[in-house]
Every structure is written in structure tokens, then in C-alpha cells.
């Protein structure tokens, strides 16, 4: 099959890398399906006008149900897909967190201070310091 790590992962990089290139264990096709009882009701959550769920779930029997084939992975995608797009938005909130905390910390250091170019704009004038005017 695939080539994954076992789920302790040593890193959070490796992590990622593990998270968006292995597939999860379900949506993974087996050749032999488990037979599905007799008695087990399709349970799909009924929507109205696609994105509103109203609440109610279809009661067809799962073996007579072919609108609904397969909504349980179907779902188990959709959920897995956010959860993705949350920790991608997550790891890039953190590398801007990183940006911002080394910005904060090299800010009043005395190489930034010593760096500093003033730029003289009146060329009378040999003294750069401000001074209140009487």
C-alpha cells in the first residue's frame, strides 16, 4: 500500500509532510467490500437547497438507497479537507507569528540603530538633532 509513518511523528514537519501525501486509510479502495445488513437505514442527513440541512435523514434501507451511495466517505473527505485547509491556515499563522516576534526583537537593537541613515534635508544646517524653536 503506501509508504506512510506510524502516526507518533517526531516532528511537526514531518507531520505535514505525512498529512498531505498520504491518503487516509478509508478513502483507500479495498478490493472486498464488507455486505451490508439487511436492516441498516442509509442515514443520510437530508438537505435543502443543498447546503441547508433540514434536520431529517433518509430512511431507506442502505441496500435500496442509490441516491446516498457512499456518503459516509464522502463526508469523512469533506471533514478530513477542512481539516487540512485549518492546519495549513494554522502553519501559515505561525510562520507570520515567527516573522512578526523576530521583527519585535530586532527592533530597538543597536545594530538597527547604528544602520540608520538620517538624511539631511536642509543643507544649511551641519546639526542633525531636533530642536524646539523659541
Known sequence: MHNCPPFPYSSHYAYLITLYSCPPPY???????????????????????????TGNFCRLPKRLCNHHYCWEKLRRAEVDLERVRALYKLEMLSEQEGKVRTAMKNRAGLLSLMLHQTIQHDPLTTDLRSRIHD
Open 27 to 53: 478513502l483507500i479502495i479495498l478490493h472486498s467490500s464488507p455486505q451490508v445488513p439487511d436492516d441498516e437505514v442509509c442515514g443520510c442527513p437530508l438537505a435543502h437547497n443543498v447546503f441547508e440541512l
